[in-house]
Nanobody, 121 residues
Framework: QVQLVESGGGLVQAGGSLRLSCVAS????????VSWYRQAPGKQRELVAW??????NLVDSVKGRFTISTDNAKNTVYLQMNSLKPEDTAVYFC????????????????WGKGTLVTVSS
């Protein structure tokens, strides 16, 4: 099994910054890809940023403000969020596609439990 644990959320004023972290642990042979999603109250979960094979990308609404980065040695992905806006308020989830170190499990996808980001105006 693999666990994803997010941290770094909190309350921040508009224009402020936060850095989210997601640490993966467990039966990991290789992490194929990692992504950040967010879900605002009453809305569907949406993709924010992703990283695979050292290639990263962001959705248009956060380009120029957010940065996704990975530390493969630590099995950790970060989301640096600058110039935050009230519309960035959401629970942010980490999602990873992992090749298990246990061959019988193969490749599986996992979700973290999320971390709440609240941006006040």
């Amino acid at each position: 099994q693999v666990q994803l644990v997010e941290s770094g959320g909190g309350l921040v004023q508009a224009g402020g910054s936060l850095r989210l972290s997601c640490v993966a642990s467990g039966s990991i042979f290789k992490i194929n890809s990692v992504s950040w999603y967010r879900q605002a109250p009453g809305k569907q979960r949406e993709l924010v940023a992703w990283a695979t094979n050292s290639v990263t990308n962001l959705v248009d609404s956060v380009k120029g403000r957010f940065t996704i980065s990975t530390d493969n040695a630590k099995n950790t992905v970060y989301l640096q969020m600058n110039s935050l806006k009230p519309e960035d308020t959401a629970v942010y989830f980490c999602y990873a596609v992992v090749v298990s170190s246990r061959p019988s499990l193969g490749t599986l996808a996992y979700w973290g439990k999320g971390t709440l980001v609240t941006v006040s105006s």
